[in-house]
């Protein structure tokens, strides 16, 4: 059997998919109340200004990341999730990659996100990756329990 793991970007409206979102609903609910959470709907992410990758195993689907092209040059991470049984696999970090690689190749400039402050493996792999705190952007705003984040893209680098 092979146990190669592939990221590849795939339309969200599958079985394995719609399980990890809803997983993930429930790890941000069981952290921060319904206020906190701002969470990209599946019907979102099948817009066209989305590209959504899935991570898995053979048929196994072990984690998800969505880039969300926003305004001129900029995109947002969204509903990126890794099921607990895939973690320690560097999927976390695979696709985060691979979504910076996919905005560079969208001519994205500069790529932002949101997270929770009670999320400090993710936290810890953003700053590792070149993340900065930023204050809140777009249509969020100023929550205590979140942390705004930006990454400058540099085709050259």
């Known amino acids: 059997m092979d146990e190669t793991i592939i990221i590849g970007r795939e339309a969200p409206r ?7 979102l809803e997983l993930s609903n429930a790890y941000v609910a069981a952290l921060y109340p319904a206020e906190s959470n701002h969470m990209l709907p599946l019907e979102d992410l099948e817009r066209p200004t ?3 990758f899935v991570a ?5 689907i072990l984690g998800c990341a969505a880039l969300v092209r926003q ?8 509903r990126m999730f890794v099921d607990e049984t895939a973690r320690g696999l560097r999927l976390g970090q695979r696709l ?9 190749r969208l001519g994205v400039t500069v790529v932002r996100l949101e997270t929770g402050i009670h999320q400090p493996e993710a936290i810890g792999l953003y700053r590792r990756n070149g993340f900065v705190e930023i204050p809140p ?10 942390l705004f984040m930006e ?6 680098a």
Do not use: W
Request: aromatic residues 6%; glycine residues 12%.
């Open 137 to 146: 952007f777009g249509s969020y705003q100023p929550d205590p329990l979140s």
């Open 56 to 60: 898995r195993r053979g048929e196994t």
């Open 71 to 78: 305004g001129e040059g900029e995109a947002e991470i969204k």
């Open 50 to 52: 989305v590209s959504f």
């Open 14 to 20: 599958q079985e394995g998919v719609i399980r990890l």
């Open 151 to 156: 990454r400058r893209l540099n085709a050259a």
């Open 96 to 104: 985060l990659e691979t979504l910076l690689e996919e905005g560079l």
